[in-house]
């Protein structure tokens, strides 16, 4: 961490070329080790941040900062791509900032991501995601692959891991592997999968997904899986609700596929018989 | 001298007559950069093996970060880099090497690259570096053929050293890889066997091109 703060602490004092080994960190990179090398940020200038942090939103302390983030988020594979499906609260606490946020970002045409946590910090270091992509396919002449891209993003927020940064995300995206998912997160969890849920309604989720899973589902059939685990989840979690997000990623890119109001779907599912479990 | 065939790259390198109590072993002017990737110089030997750690620690670099081997063109862009990188700082001086790159990309087409010390880099269908390589450029200009098989791109890589390398097989050293990315360095033998044969096509050659004696 020490390492880390005299770094940006004295940004201009690194571009000396007299030891020639240096040479490679100086240049705005074009080598694997410093194209991905992070944006400099003030880091509070404190000795040691991730103390600094931990000091203030403790539990056991006073006054502390409580970082609040509700969300529900999932994701799946089956035979025609992926769904994605998110919903669309903001809260802070027991207060709904906004029921219209957009949770799934498109990185670029093919690749997608979605946000969980703070809504900053998703959607700050997607951008910069993206921008690390399209220079990628620049300097490459071919597309980025989604496990490269998902580890350009849990590679940029490992430096900050404990310093408060708040992410959970899937990346998704057809490349020449075919389709892939990834969950990222600010801890610097990195894993590939067939299916995801996250935030705080994940496990509502979870439970409609994995019991309507089949792999062989049609496109349709699995939009409304992914629709139905989500409503599921803003009916019972208080941090999910407003509107649902269904996004289908295919091999010419992903697709919108619309928003739905979960009141209006509560009403409609309502009127509708309920079949057999299994 | 690199050559590229339709589904086979042959480096060939004219090896330096070995001092009597040098280890012959350890003189080596092809260099495996990863895998799949293969790099022959010419020029200050110290300076290449610099430049070659640096490619290896790049190659292994991209695959923790990129979560796949390096492209041929990558790992070229990123020598010609660092190439260029010295002839633009104050302090340090230019590598004194020309290198050729070869191997096979994923998508199983040969490729052979060339860098040189200002740093610029492009693809060649068969090139040569060092000493006496404008003459066998030359050489390669007028006998390269599209799409040759294995055994002609190797005749070949083999006929432009000797038009420099006087002394023969023994001091010529070559590197092939094919589709599989495996490399394969030839042996003395084989390396013979060609050479004969070549010599013996030279002879033929000499032979019919020499005038009849019959009329005077």
């Known amino acids: ?278 | 001298v690199g050559v590229r065939g339709s589904d086979i790259v042959v480096l060939g390198v004219e090896k330096r007559s070995a001092l009597k109590l040098q280890d012959e072993r350890t003189v080596n002017k092809i260099c495996m950069l990863d895998e799949h990737v293969c790099l022959a110089f010419a020029g200050l030997s110290a300076d290449a093996r610099v430049l070659v750690n640096k490619a290896r620690i790049e190659c292994q670099s991209h695959r923790l970060t990129v979560e796949d081997a390096v492209s041929i063109e990558y790992i070229t862009r990123y020598i010609a880099g660092v190439q260029q990188k010295y002839t633009q700082s104050g302090g340090v001086r230019p590598f004194g090497i020309s290198t050729l790159i070869m191997g096979f990309d994923s998508d199983k087409v040969p490729k052979l690259y060339q860098t040189d010390p200002s740093g610029v880099y492009s693809a060649w269908k068969a090139n040569a570096i060092g000493r006496s390589s404008k003459t066998v450029r030359e050489f390669l200009e007028k006998n390269y053929k599209e799409d040759m098989d294995r055994a002609e791109t190797i005749k070949l890589a083999i006929r432009s050293l000797l038009e420099v390398v006087q002394t023969g097989a023994k001091n010529i050293e070559i590197a092939i890889m094919g589709k599989d990315s495996v490399i394969q360095r030839l042996g003395l033998t084989e390396i013979e066997t060609v050479v004969a044969e070549i010599e013996a096509e030279n002879e033929k050659e000499k032979e019919k091109s020499k005038p009849s004696t019959s009329q005077q």
């Open chain 1, 1 to 278: 961490m020490d390492t880390l703060v005299s770094k940006y602490a004295n940004a201009s004092s690194s571009a000396s070329f007299d030891n020639a080994d240096n040479l490679g960190e100086n240049l705005s990179g074009w080598d694997a080790a410093s194209q991905f090398a992070l944006p400099a940020f003030d880091i509070p200038m404190v000795t040691n941040p991730v103390d600094f942090l931990r000091a203030h939103t403790d539990a056991s302390a006073e006054n502390r900062i409580r970082i609040q983030h509700g969300t529900t988020t999932l994701a799946f594979k089956f035979q025609g791509g992926i769904i994605v499906a998110v919903d669309s609260r903001a809260s802070g606490g027991s207060y709904i900032a906004s029921q219209t946020v957009k949770k799934v970002i498109e990185i670029n045409p093919y690749l997608l991501g979605t946000m969980a946590g703070g809504a900053a910090d998703c959607q700050y270091w997607e951008r910069e995601l993206g921008r690390r992509c399209r220079l990628y396919e620049l300097r490459n002449k071919e597309r980025i692959s989604v496990a490269a891209a998902s580890k350009i993003l849990s590679n940029m927020v490992y430096d900050y891991k404990g310093m408060g940064l708040s992410m959970g995300t899937m990346i998704t995206g057809w490349d020449k592997t075919g389709p892939q998912l990834f969950y990222v997160d600010s801890d610097g969890t990195r894993m590939r999968g067939e299916r995801f849920s996250v935030g705080s309604g994940s496990t509502f989720a979870y439970g409609v997904l994995d019991t309507g899973y089949d792999f062989n589902l049609s496109i349709p059939d699995a939009i409304e899986l992914g629709r139905r685990a989500i409503y599921h989840a803003t009916h019972r979690d208080a941090y999910s609700g407003g509107s649902i997000n269904v996004f289908h990623v295919k091999e010419t890119g992903w697709e919108f596929i619309g928003n739905t109001d979960v009141g209006s779907l509560h009403w409609e599912y309502q009127d509708q018989p309920k079949g057999p479990i299994v």
